[in-house]
């Protein structure tokens, strides 16, 4: 099943032509000698289940949102001004799981369906020449509310000075309130399903364990092509839960997406 937010893709489609158009227009423009904010937007799409613990797929819009340097005068300096690698970043961190819609899926008649869960953090990273680790916290609401985290170790390579390609793996954790909407099943729904399927309540812990990489191009100054991958795998209780055994316990991902680096002189 295939689902795209049309209008999510086409504003930001219209932002990165704008944006392209600027770049084009034969005006030259005097250098940035003063840059206190930069950050990095763009979209693509994202191939990934329905929801956790699915065996089917969906495409959704993939929002690209980096934070690059945030220099307040006389106050404090995050980040670099310049595009450079490695050393200690921070920035925000983002995922969408969509709604989970129990008429969609036979399995599941008698379960509660659940909406699309937001999820906005940080996400903190220290890299070197050779490798990256990395750790996101997030906050989650909507259909799911709870904390999710998420961290790992990267290898890293530059081919050349314009690709970068990461991999390596990574484990995701979530607070038992998260889990238990999407993993959980009360004696309610249980019984909603003549009991076909059992009851459940998953604690937090562990959710799932797996690998993934990256790669980023700059095929012209500022502008990048990204994609990603990743293959996990559901661990602990999100594993033993009856949804998982009506969809998968192994889960993939797969995106590209465009985006462009903005610098600001603000103050």
Do not use: H
């Not at 613990?53 to 690059?68: A, H, L, M, R």
């Not at 995922?95 to 036979?106: A, E, G, I």
């Not at 070197?128 to 996101?136: L, M, P, R, S």
């Not at 003549?194 to 993934?212: E, L, T, W, Y």
Request: glycine content about 12%; hydrophobic content about 40%; overall charge negative.
């Amino acid at each position: 099943m295939i689902k795209i937010g049309l209008s999510v893709v086409a504003a930001t489609v219209l932002l990165v032509t704008r944006a392209w158009s600027a770049d084009n227009s034969g005006v030259d423009q005097a250098p940035q000698t003063d840059v206190d904010v930069v950050i990095e937007l763009g979209l693509g799409g994202i191939i990934q289940p329905e929801y956790e613990g699915s065996k089917d797929y969906e495409i959704w819009p993939w929002p690209v949102i980096g934070f690059g340097y945030l220099a307040i005068p006389g106050l404090f300096a995050i980040g670099s001004p310049e595009a450079q690698a490695g050393g200690f970043a921070i920035g925000p961190s983002f995922n969408y799981t969509s709604d989970r819609d129990v008429s969609d899926d036979p399995d599941l008649s008698g379960l509660d369906d659940v909406d699309a869960t937001f999820e906005a953090g940080l996400r903190a990273s220290y890299e070197w020449t050779n490798a990256e680790v990395w750790g996101e916290a997030r906050y989650a609401f909507g259909g799911a509310d709870g904390v999710v985290g998420e961290f790992g170790v990267n290898a890293v390579a530059r081919p050349t000075p314009e690709l970068e390609l990461k991999l390596g793996p990574f484990a995701t954790v979530a607070s038992a309130d998260y889990m238990d909407s999407y993993f959980g099943v009360s004696a309610r729904e249980s019984a909603n399903t003549g009991f076909r399927v059992d009851a459940f309540d998953p604690g937090g812990g562990f959710k799932s364990v797996g690998i993934r990489g990256l790669a980023r191009y700059e095929f012209r100054p500022t502008w990048f092509l990204n994609a990603k991958a990743s293959y996990s795998k559901l661990v602990g209780d999100a594993a033993d839960s009856p949804i998982v055994k009506f969809g998968s316990e192994d889960q993939f991902a797969f995106g590209l997406s465009i985006s462009k680096r903005f610098s600001f002189d603000l103050f």
